[in-house]
């Protein structure tokens, strides 16, 4: 059975681009969040999508959001690209409420 | 608000045992959970807490006092694979998880 897959694993952008990532969970979780993870930091919450509704949202500007699908697939956008916003972005499932999640080898983003 | 305190660095000899500990600063949390990470890798789950007490998973351990608002981990017969950050993690109901500040673990010879 596949783990949580995420697309694509690198990326360079321009500031003030947009860019969109996507997430595939586990099958049969039905809940997706979406971390962002600085060096040598802990990843940092933005987003907690359930039964294709946000649950949970992070001290983050509009200019990320996120949606799931269907399927339970997941995509964060993130405008208006900042320098800052470079980083890897985390995704995870789970089949319960702030149990275990499994994590997906993230996407690395980087703001040139 | 959710705030988890974390030793930043611990040093432990290969064999040795070594606790990680994690206090909390929140309301109307439950659970605690914790991640290793390896440099350039995801969290990986380890192990959750959601009623106070020891939780064993072979050689790791957790445990969680609520009224405490403390919990640590615990790695016994420490391997150089060890080497690695490891956070715990706090939920609250489908709201977001917090991560704590992560402890740098390195595993001597």
């Known amino acids: 059975d596949a783990g949580v897959t995420q697309s694509p694993t690198h990326l360079i952008k321009t500031r003030g681009q947009h860019v969109t990532l996507r997430c595939s969970p586990i099958s049969g979780h039905k809940s997706v969040s979406w971390y962002q993870q600085v060096l040598g930091q802990g990843p940092q919450f933005i987003f907690q999508y359930y039964e294709k509704e946000e649950r949970g949202r992070g001290n983050f500007p509009d200019r990320f959001s996120a949606r799931q699908f269907p399927n339970y697939s997941s995509e964060l956008n993130v405008n208006a690209l900042l320098l800052g916003d470079s980083a890897l972005f985390l995704c995870?499932?789970?089949?319960?409420?702030?149990?275990?999640?499994?994590f997906g080898s993230g996407t690395r983003l980087t703001v040139v | 608000g959710q705030s988890l305190e974390q030793p930043s660095e611990v040093t432990a000899v290969e064999g040795a045992i070594v606790q990680i500990n994690c206090t909390y600063q929140?309301?109307?949390?439950?659970?605690l959970s914790w991640y290793q990470q390896h440099d350039g890798g995801a969290p990986t789950f380890l192990s959750y807490?959601?009623?106070?007490g020891l939780e064993e998973t072979g050689r790791f351990s957790s445990f969680l006092s609520r009224s405490d608002s403390y919990g640590y981990l615990l790695l016994q017969e420490l391997q150089m694979k060890d080497t690695a950050a490891y956070f715990c993690a706090g939920a609250r109901g489908y709201q977001k998880v917090t991560f704590g500040t992560g402890t740098k673990l390195q595993v001597i010879p």
């Open positions: 995870a499932s789970s089949l319960e409420q702030g149990m275990g999640y499994t």
């Open positions: 929140t309301s109307g949390f439950y659970g």
């Open positions: 807490n959601g009623l106070d």
